[in-house]
């Protein structure tokens, strides 16, 4: 596993670290200081990269916290099969079979592009990847019309 450490007050919105093994987008961190011997405190608030959940904790400031290595990568949607979907690496050509995320299940049919993130060995579909031929499309429509 490649990641890096960090101490808990360097973390700002939009850090990865991880949070009991699971990859967390940092999205905000409380540093408190206490009396003339004490050591700061930080209050991270953390969402879950692969499942969403928000995560809450508390830690000392100088703590080292992990911070994962994701790797963002492309993809072409081979099949859609009920829940899960084939794609393939548009860079390496393997071909892999994920689960579709609740909020991307009626936007995702077979030929579409997929970003997808490799956090840790976890795969997990981000988002769909616009056709510029569509955009391209769109545009001259709307110039056609004025």
């Not at 990269?49 to 809450?56: A, H, I, P, S």
């Not at 393939?88 to 995320?101: G, K, N, Q, V």
């Not at 579409?112 to 499309?137: F, S």
């Amino acid at each position: 596993m490649a990641f890096k450490l960090i101490q808990a007050t360097q973390t700002r919105p939009g850090t990865t670290i991880l949070i009991d093994g699971v990859a967390c987008i940092v999205k905000s961190n409380d540093i408190s200081k206490t009396g003339r011997h004490g050591h700061a405190k930080c209050r991270i608030e953390a969402v879950s990269v692969l499942d969403g959940k928000k995560k809450v904790f508390l830690t000392g400031g100088h703590d080292k916290l992990e911070c994962p290595m994701i790797s963002k990568k492309k993809a072409q949607v081979l099949s859609v099969i009920e829940e899960k979907v084939s794609i393939m690496d548009l860079e390496s050509y393997e071909t892999i079979e994920l689960p579709i995320p609740k909020e991307l299940k009626s936007e995702i049919k077979d030929g579409d592009q997929v970003e997808y993130w490799d956090v840790e060995g976890t795969k997990v579909i981000k988002r769909k990847m616009w056709d510029g031929n569509k955009i391209r499309d769109k545009i001259r429509q709307c110039w056609k019309k004025t």
